[in-house]
Nanobody
Framework: EVKLVESGGGLVQPGGSLRLTCAGS????????LVWVRQAPGKRLEWVSA????????YYADSVKGRFTISRDNAKSMLYLQLNDLKIEDTGTYYC?????????????????????RGQGTQVTVSS
């Protein structure tokens, strides 16, 4: 069974940090580009960051550039997202996903149907 399982979310004050993780199983992790997307309450899904199969060519949404860092460890089948200098508007459910067309972020907001597999999500709440 192909699975992605996110963890690491939580409640943090503005300016704080979190590290999200996504564990992959049931597929050849090192062959897949991966992406983080998020959804705030009452809002549509949005792109956050993506990384190619080798761990390079990262994409960041303008809203997170300079604050978030994506990385991966193919030996451990793990994807990471380091969230620094968190803002209230970063609040939402964060999902990792695979099996998508690289560069889709240039064509508009994502939909869940754009991904072959996604995790169940991890909640990030930024509040004072």
């Amino acid at each position: 069974e192909v699975k992605l399982v996110e963890s690491g979310g939580g409640l943090v004050q503005p300016g704080g940090s979190l590290r999200l993780t996504c564990a992959g199983s049931g597929f050849t992790f090192s062959h897949n580009a991966l992406v983080w997307v998020r959804q705030a309450p009452g809002k549509r899904l949005e792109w956050v960051s993506a990384i190619n199969s080798a761990g390079g060519d990262p994409y960041y949404a303008d809203s997170v550039k300079g604050r978030f860092t994506i990385s991966r460890d193919n030996a451990k089948s793990m994807l990471y997202l380091q969230l620094n200098d968190l803002k209230i508007e970063d609040t939402g459910t964060y999902y990792c996903a695979r099996d998508f067309r690289w560069g889709m972020w240039y064509f508009g907001a994502p939909q869940m149907s754009d991904f072959g597999t996604r995790g169940q999500g991890t909640q990030v709440t930024v509040s004072s």
